[in-house]
């Protein structure tokens, strides 16, 4: 990873189609140095994609410098599902502008990605462009969030 980012611990988080994924994506994150926590699931058998994403969510809400990665077969089943934990501010990526302006601009600590829309290197690059971004402080942006937060 081409820079310096102090955090935090990474919940990880899939149903069976996201499985493989999620385990190259963990594998990555641990050769760079960050922490992980591995909420399952843990093999290609199917599982359904809620209880991973909620899973995740709750983690993540409780730990506030913390981070979420979920993964199921779009992204799509896996982030409904985290996003109705109060609090979890979960984003389905699949391009790089809109993984920094969901950092900037909804603060987002959940990461969704889909396994059957992306592939590794691109699941790399979202996190990458997650992580160079920073909360935009703007009173807007922190207004927005902080009504998100109280749904
Ligand atoms: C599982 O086949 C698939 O439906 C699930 O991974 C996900 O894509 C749902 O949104």
Redesign the pocket.
């Known amino acids: 990873m081409p820079f310096v980012y102090i955090m935090k611990r990474i919940y990880l988080g899939a149903?069976?189609?996201?499985y493989n994924l999620k385990e190259k994506i963990k594998k990555y994150l641990l050769e760079n140095g960050f922490v992980t926590d591995d909420l399952g699931t843990y093999s290609e058998k199917s599982v359904d994609?809620p209880e991973f994403g909620v899973k995740v969510a709750k983690e993540v809400v409780k730990d506030k410098r913390s981070l979420g990665i979920i993964v199921?077969?779009?992204?799509?089943?896996?982030s409904?599902a985290a996003n109705k934990v109060k609090g979890a501010r979960a984003a389905n990526l699949s391009d790089e502008k809109t993984a920094a302006l969901v950092h900037e601009h909804n603060d987002a600590n959940i990461l969704a990605f889909?396994?059957?829309v992306i592939t590794f290197p691109k699941a790399k690059k979202l996190i990458e462009a997650f992580l160079k971004a920073k909360p935009n402080k703007v009173a807007r942006h922190k207004r927005r969030v902080k009504q998100l937060n109280k749904l």
Do not use: E, P, Q
């Not at 149903?15 to 996201?18: E, K, Q, R, V, Y």
């Open positions: 149903d069976h189609a996201g994609y199921c077969g779009t992204g799509v089943g896996i409904i889909g396994a059957r």
